[in-house]
């Protein structure tokens, strides 16, 4: 019952393909604005996913049910269990529209 008073939700959709995804400051001195994906990476979809311009993140949820984006530092283990592992969101390339 009263499921839906949970507390802060950060988990949002993407405003141009409406995509589930999470949005967030992360950071101390330079803040960056992430917007992830939800969906979480197998270590095989990590390597395959990571290049310089696409960050990976650790999701973790929290005992109020908070999530949170963690950085992944070099030596974070692709298949860590604390939390889930998502990329920065891209939106898929649009539907090509058919148009006689
Ligand atoms: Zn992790
Ligand atoms: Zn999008």
């Known amino acids: 019952m009263a499921a839906w ?3 802060s939700r950060t988990t949002q959709r993407c ?3 409406r995509a589930p995804v999470i949005k967030q400051l992360v950071g101390e001195r330079a803040a ?3 917007i992830a994906d939800l969906t979480p990476l197998t270590p095989a979809q990590q390597a395959e996913l990571r290049e310089p311009n696409r960050l990976i993140w650790c999701l973790r949820t929290n005992s109020l049910g908070q999530q949170r984006l963690l ?3 070099p030596w974070h283990p692709p298949d860590c269990r604390r939390g889930d592992h998502v ?5 898929p390339p649009a539907e090509p529209t058919t148009l006689f």
Do not use: F
């Open 5 to 7: 008073t949970r507390g």
């Open 32 to 34: 960056l604005n992430v």
């Open 15 to 17: 405003p141009a393909c």
């Open 87 to 91: 990329a920065e969101h891209r939106c």
């Open 71 to 73: 950085w992944l530092d």
